[in-house]
C-alpha cells in the first residue's frame, strides 16, 4: 500500500480558490481513478485514465479537471473550489487482479 | 452505465454471528465483483472478489456468492467477531474481454456493520 500515496492529508481552502490534489503510484499500473466519498453516497467515480494521456469522465466529473502526462501521477484539480466539494477524495490504481485506494485527502471547502 | 444497490445500509450482529450483505447490479455484461472493507478513517481495502465463472468463493471466514441470473451477489461473514466492525462496499464492473482489463469498478453505497462483543 506504500506504492500509492496523495497528498496533501488534508487541505481547508475558500470558495472560489483552485485546489490541487496529487495522486503517485510506484507500480506503473495503467489505470487510475479519482473517488470521492460522502455519507449516504459510497464512492462515486470522479474521473479515471486508462493511461498517459488518456483520460475520461466519471459519475461526477463537473467542477473538477485531471491531467496525465505520466503514468506514475493523476493530479485531481478543482479549478473554482466550491461548498459541495467539500469530502474525503481518494486516489486508486488497479494492475488486473486489484484496485489499490490512497490513504485519501480530506478537504474542507469554507 | 451499472448501477450497484447494497443492502442493508446497516447491520448490527452479535459476536459469533453470521452477517450477510447483498447487493443487485444493472448491466448484464458485468463480469467482476470484488468486496471492500474500510475500517473508519482508512481506505478501502479489497477482501474477496468473484468473477463470473463461478458461482462461490470462500477465503476462512468470509464468502461471496452470485446469481448471475438474477444479477445479484452477496457476503457472508461467518463467526464475526468485533474486528470485523467497519464499512463493506461491494462493486461491479465489466473487468475482463477478449483478455483485455478495462472497465470501472460500479460502486454500492456501502454497509456499516456493527459487531457487539
Not at chain 1, 497528498?7 to 495503467?30: D, F, N
Not at chain 1, 486508462?50 to 485531481?76: C, H, M, Q, W
Not at chain 2, 472478489?49 to 452477496?74: C, M, P, W, Y
Request: charged share 20%; hydrophobic share 30%; glycine share 8%.
Amino acid at each position: 500500500d506504500a506504492g500509492i500515496t496523495q497528498s496533501p492529508r488534508y487541505k481547508i481552502t475558500e470558495t472560489g480558490r483552485q485546489v490541487t490534489l496529487m495522486c503517485h503510484q510506484t507500480w506503473s499500473h495503467s489505470y487510475m481513478f479519482w473517488y470521492r466519498q460522502d455519507l449516504g453516497h459510497g464512492l462515486r467515480l470522479i474521473y479515471y485514465s486508462a493511461a498517459a494521456d488518456i483520460t475520461d469522465k466519471g459519475e461526477v466529473p463537473d467542477g473538477y479537471v485531471v491531467s496525465r502526462s505520466k503514468t506514475e501521477n493523476f493530479p485531481l484539480t478543482l479549478e473554482s473550489a466550491t461548498r459541495s466539494q467539500t469530502s474525503v477524495y481518494f486516489c486508486a490504481s488497479r494492475n488486473y487482479n486489484e484496485q489499490f485506494f490512497g490513504p485519501g485527502t480530506r478537504l474542507t471547502v469554507l | 452505465g451499472e448501477n450497484v444497490e447494497q443492502h442493508p445500509s446497516t447491520l448490527s450482529v452479535q459476536e459469533g454471528d453470521s452477517a450477510v450483505i447483498k447487493c443487485t447490479y444493472s448491466d448484464s455484461a458485468s463480469n467482476y465483483f470484488p468486496w471492500y472493507k474500510q475500517e473508519l478513517g482508512k481506505r478501502p481495502q479489497l477482501i474477496i472478489d468473484i468473477r463470473s465463472n463461478v458461482g462461490e468463493k470462500k477465503d476462512q471466514r468470509i464468502a461471496v456468492t452470485l446469481n448471475k441470473t438474477a444479477k445479484h451477489f452477496s457476503l457472508h461473514i461467518t463467526e464475526t467477531q468485533p474486528e470485523d466492525s467497519a464499512v463493506y462496499f461491494c462493486a461491479a464492473s465489466t473487468h475482463w474481454a477478449g483478455g483485455t482489463s478495462y472497465g470501472k469498478l460500479t460502486f454500492g453505497q456501502g454497509t456499516i456493520l456493527t459487531v457487539h462483543p
